[in-house]
């Protein structure tokens, strides 16, 4: 397998401290477990999605570990402005702030509250399973135009993570693009549902929900590839990524660095692991790697 040198790079505006970030939703309204995946090997984290206002979300069940993947439909719960005093405890750390609203004037509000400290911003403009925001706003190229304007405000980098439940998510992805960001995030989690043969309804409080893991993985790698094609900015894979040769491929796909989320379900140590298979005191340099399956 192709390894690499392990190098402070810097993503989309960003400088981190190695090419694998912790993706939003499975840790990250606490200090002390971003501060963990740091630890751990993480180049960056990401924290969960923080809204205009206090969330307690769906009513469970909100998630269900599949063979092939992690089902869930949350409801983008979250403390919302109390989060500043967890991410005061994380003062230089590598933490890109994870935010949503109903329209750019939320979306505006909410980066100003986190200004001083963010990094940069993660725009929640793909959660299947929240009326009103996450894929709701990112299927429209206009919105998410605007929104991704309304942050830039805050003279921070911006990345966008797309939806793939969408026709042409090369649409969104240029239109983010437009709109001043500094990086595109592909994907978040895909529609989906399973029912209970058992007791004759869905596995999940909130009936549909967003698949994450290794099942969607290809998904990942097509739009990381459509992207990288139709769009000038960095491309961060995020999707079904759990080992070295995962990030490989993503790279080769497109991306500049990976986002690992739903890996950490089955294995806590996951940064560690792959950093120690895909780093190398004599590996090559990702830029050699990054697009390199385009012809």
Known sequence: ????????????????????????????????????????????????????????????????????????????????????????????????????????????????????????????????????????????????KACTEAVKEWKKPVWVKLTPNVTDITVIGRAAEEGGADAIVAINTVRAMRISTGMRRSVLGNIYGGLSGKAIFPIAIRSVYELY???????????GVSCAEDVIEMMMAGAQSVEIGSAIVHNPDIFHQISDELYSPNGISAKEVVGCAHV
């Open 1 to 144: 397998m192709i390894r690499l040198n392990q190098e402070i790079v810097q993503i989309g505006g960003v400088p981190v401290r190695n090419h694998l970030i912790l993706a939003a939703g499975i840790l990250g309204t606490c200090a002390s477990s971003l501060s963990r995946m740091l630890r751990q090997g993480a180049g960056a984290v990401v924290t969960k999605s923080i809204g205009p206002e206090p969330r307690y979300g769906h009513a469970g069940p909100c998630v269900v570990v599949l063979e092939d993947g992690v089902l869930n439909a949350m409801g983008l719960p979250n403390p919302s402005r109390e989060f500043e005093q967890e991410l005061a405890l994380l003062k230089d750390e590598p933490v890109i702030v994870s935010i949503f609203g109903g329209n750019p004037e939320e979306f505006h509000e909410v980066a100003g509250w986190f200004a001083e400290r963010a990094q940069a911003f993660e725009l929640n403009v793909s959660c299947p399973h929240a009326a009103g925001f996450g894929a709701q706003i990112g299927t429209d190229p206009d919105m998410v």
């Open 229 to 239: 094609e139709a769009c000038s900015i960095p491309i961060i894979g995020c999707g």
